[in-house]
């Protein structure tokens, strides 16, 4: 598929798509957490993600190939990758995942300060300041208030460690040399790398195993096969077609959804405060990620 200048019929069809699965995944990943330590969780998920996108690869018939000139972008991609999800698994296990999810995906934001300096048609008009502006304001709504009586400031500030990870794990993978490599071999140096690193890493967050029942095994599977596997390769390929910025602005419809999510499967408290913090985010993002305006000559 060739690239677009902007977001067609399928791209926003897609992108909604992936915006409601990564809501949903927020809420599996809480779920499994009750019996995983979450980042031995996070270590599992890229070491099972792994196998199975070298299933796909030999299905396929795509070799496995890591091109001169791509490899310290992957490697480099890969850690910014565990530390991502480390951050985002620790997160939704000390915080609401409506708490964590609006300070997640406020990643466009950070996105946007990122491609200002780094990729010359993509810089930051008054408008977009406005938009980062009132973006950066919910996000600080939420950390710093308490109105549903949940969650850590630390659980907080790891999901805008996690928001800063992912933004700049897009980043590169638009603006290095991992841009012409296929979205199969992007995510490989993702999981590949980051599957040791957070496998290691899990052995300084105490015991790796909870309450283990068949649900969190079942959340472990989706997390795999469906979110990793599947979803991930579907987001890079989408990144590889649309602009970075269209990509990114609809992911102010995850929190939102996340935030419903929260509420009516697991029960959370939605607090006018969470409240005026999403809506600032979800404007934000809108505006940061707005299609100039596109003049014609008469």
Same mark, same amino acid.
Request: some cysteine; aromatic content about 12%.
């Given at each position: 598929?060739?690239?677009?200048?902007?977001?067609?019929?399928?791209?926003?069809?897609?992108?909604?798509?992936?915006?409601?699965?990564?809501?949903?995944?927020?809420?599996?990943?809480?779920?499994?957490?009750?019996?995983?330590?979450?980042?031995?969780?996070?270590?599992?998920?890229?070491?099972?993600?792994?196998?199975?996108?070298?299933?796909?690869?030999?299905?396929?018939?795509?070799?496995?190939?890591?091109?001169?000139?791509?490899?310290?972008?992957?490697?480099?991609?890969?850690?910014?990758?565990?530390?991502?999800?480390?951050?985002?698994?620790?997160?939704?296990?000390?915080?609401?995942?409506?708490?964590?999810?609006?300070?997640?995906?406020?990643?466009?934001?950070?996105?946007?300060?990122?491609?200002?300096?780094?990729?010359?048609?993509?810089?930051?008009?008054?408008?977009?300041?406005?938009? %980062?502006?009132? !973006? =950066?304001?919910? &996000? #600080?709504?939420? *950390? /710093?208030?308490?109105?549903?009586?949940?969650?850590?400031?630390?659980?907080?500030?790891?999901?805008?460690?996690?928001?800063?990870?992912?933004?700049?794990?897009?980043?590169?993978?638009?603006?290095?040399?991992?841009?012409?490599?296929?979205?199969?071999?992007?995510?490989?140096?993702?999981?590949?790398?980051?599957?040791?690193?957070?496998?290691?890493?899990?052995?300084?967050?105490?015991?790796?195993?909870?309450?283990?029942?068949?649900?969190?095994?079942?959340?472990?599977?989706?997390?795999?096969?469906?979110?990793?596997?599947?979803?991930?390769?579907?987001?890079?390929?989408?990144?590889?077609?649309?602009?970075?910025?269209?990509?990114?602005?609809?992911?102010?419809?995850?929190?939102?959804?996340?935030?419903?999510?929260?509420?009516?499967?697991?029960?959370?408290?939605?607090?006018?405060? %969470?409240?005026? !913090? =999403?809506?600032? &985010? #979800?404007?934000? *993002? /809108?505006?940061?990620?707005?299609?100039?305006?596109?003049?014609?000559?008469?």
């Amino acid at each position: 598929m060739e690239k677009k200048s902007q977001i067609d019929l399928f791209g926003a069809v897609a992108l909604t798509s992936f915006a409601l699965l990564l809501a949903f995944n927020q809420v599996v990943i809480k779920v499994t957490n009750g019996g995983l330590q979450p980042v031995f969780f996070a270590g599992l998920r890229s070491a099972g993600a792994v196998v199975c996108i070298w299933l796909w690869l030999r299905w396929r018939g795509i070799p496995l190939r890591f091109e001169k000139g791509t490899r310290m972008a992957g490697f480099a991609v890969g850690c910014v990758f565990a530390f991502e999800f480390l951050c985002l698994f620790v997160a939704l296990d000390l915080t609401a995942v409506s708490r964590a999810s609006v300070i997640f995906y406020s990643m466009p934001v950070w996105l946007a300060i990122m491609a200002h300096f780094i990729m010359p048609d993509d810089k930051i008009t008054p408008l977009k300041a406005v938009g %980062l502006g009132l !973006a =950066l304001a919910g &996000v #600080a709504v939420a *950390i /710093l208030t308490r109105d549903d009586g949940v969650g850590s400031f630390w659980g907080d500030l790891a999901a805008l460690g996690a928001a800063i990870g992912w933004a700049v794990t897009a980043m590169i993978a638009k603006a290095s040399s991992l841009s012409r490599v296929r979205p199969e071999i992007q995510l490989m140096w993702q999981v590949g790398v980051s599957a040791p690193l957070l496998l290691f890493a899990a052995l300084f967050f105490g015991p790796l195993i909870r309450d283990i029942a068949p649900i969190h095994i079942a959340g472990l599977a989706f997390q795999i096969v469906v979110v990793v596997s599947a979803g991930f390769i579907f987001w890079l390929w989408l990144l590889s077609i649309y602009p970075a910025s269209g990509v990114a602005s609809f992911s102010f419809l995850s929190p939102v959804l996340t935030v419903a999510l929260g509420w009516l499967l697991l029960g959370e408290e939605v607090g006018p405060n %969470l409240i005026m !913090a =999403l809506i600032l &985010v #979800a404007i934000g *993002i /809108l505006m940061v990620n707005r299609p100039r305006s596109r003049r014609t000559s008469v």
